[in-house]
């Protein structure tokens, strides 16, 4: 706590050495909204997987991994005289696994009088440890018709809407599991927002590239953005950022600036929770399979409150409160019985390996029995069949449920990495390697004592693991 404290401290004696820089007010259009990366100051161009982050850089979506989705409401410049500026977004994305995953966001921004608002919608895909996006926004500035502006020549000449569109490109690049580098550039058509035919009113191309940095408990954000403006000529502005959790999550805190304004944020986790279900149903081959669904939950609630430390006074600031939405299924189906069927004479037997299944052929049989104790033999026979189908099934699940626990190691979320060790261990209680897996988690979180634990586990399952003898050996006692 006293490191964020100290690293705000920072940012904010920055933010006003760089009030001498000047400040200009910005459209919605070009500032992005987003509970938590506005309290970042907007340095959010490296940041992964924020169901708004692909607001500032269309690749953040690809580090996505389920579904998630983000609300948010403010009021801007609280205090002025006769303010009424509201601010309303909504956005979230898909993971369609390897394939990419698709983002959806609106924001509105305005007043009684004019409103800006913007559809956007991304694709971010991942290759290794690159990501890149592409994002196309539909923007809609809009004048309310009054009393006046309707019978107003101009208006009654442009109409009160104007309608243009802007494309996003963005990329990422995680460098280790702590460093991460990434790069936008946004609105680089410029599209042109006078309502007048034959003048130009374009809004600033935005070049942005910075990095992010896990210290510890806490994640430093930095960012340079280029804005190439046709008024007031191009400016550089630099924003920084921390971020820190408290209480295994449970409460984040953020803090940042820029030269137009310094901000904090506090997320609190109120919700979390798995849902398990297993059931059997019938397949058209005639057989059965059991159906296994894992359904997780997760709600945040957060506030974020923005100041302008240039440009404007007499304001309380801004103010910014909403939800976010994470929502996981996974369902997976396993034949595990095949009445009538029996092995071919020379099929092979199941080898397991840690990343391939061997699975042996069926076939077709008709067997004509007479004798009890045959009858007997036989059905013994395909229970037994049955249990190494299910046993199969349940090792492919089992490796998926590891998979997704390496992902969220890298991502350091430790918490969603051990629930998912604990599934594949509910499939298969002797599973070295989930225990093996479990260990690597634990050390990560600085746990030593479990960590020992789940490798001697391991080892117990698998004396031959002769790794998780080095890595017990090279623990600190």
Known sequence: MKILVRTSIVVIAICMLLQGAGSVAHAAFVDSPGKRLTALGGAAVADRGDPMGFFYNPASLAWGHAIAFETQFGRHFVGLQNDNLNRGALGGYYSLEEWGTVGVGYDYFGGELYNEQRFLTSFGRRFGPLAVGIGINFLFRTYEQTEYTA????????????????????????????LSFGFAARRLNRPNQAFEEGVDDPLPREFQGGAS?????????????????????????????????????????????????IAFGVGVHVYDQVFNSSYLRPTAEGGRERVNENRTLLLKVGYTFRYPIGGVSGTAGHHLIGANIYFDR????????????????????????????????????????????????????????EREVEIIGNFNEAMRHLDRAQVYYFDREFEAALRECGFAIDLIPNLAYAYVRLG???????????????WETALRHDPAFTEVREYLRQLPR
Request: proline share 5%; charged share 25%; aromatic share 10%.
């Open 440 to 454: 690597s988690i634990y050390l990560a979180m600085g746990n030593i004592p479990d960590a020992r634990r789940a």
């Open 330 to 385: 996974i369902i997976n189906a396993t034949d595990i019985a095949y009445t009538g069927r029996s092995p071919e004479p020379d099929a092979p037997e199941v080898v397991i390996q840690i990343d391939t299944v061997f699975v042996p052929q069926y076939h077709e049989i008709v067997v004509e029995v007479a004798d009890s104790a045959e009858i007997t033999m036989l059905r013994s026979r395909i229970g037994q069949l």
């Open 151 to 178: 019978v107003d020549p101009f208006f009654d000449e442009y109409g009160f809407t104007k309608t243009t569109f802007a494309v996003d490109l963005g990329a990422q690049y995680r460098y280790t599991e702590d």
């Open 213 to 261: 940095y896990r210290l510890g408990d806490y994640t430093l954000f930095g960012d340079i953005e280029f804005r190439d403006r046709e008024l007031n000529g191009a400016d550089v502005t630099p924003r920084l950022g921390v971020e820190t959790s408290l209480f295994e999550d449970l409460l984040v805190l953020q803090a940042g600036g820029n030269r137009d304004e």
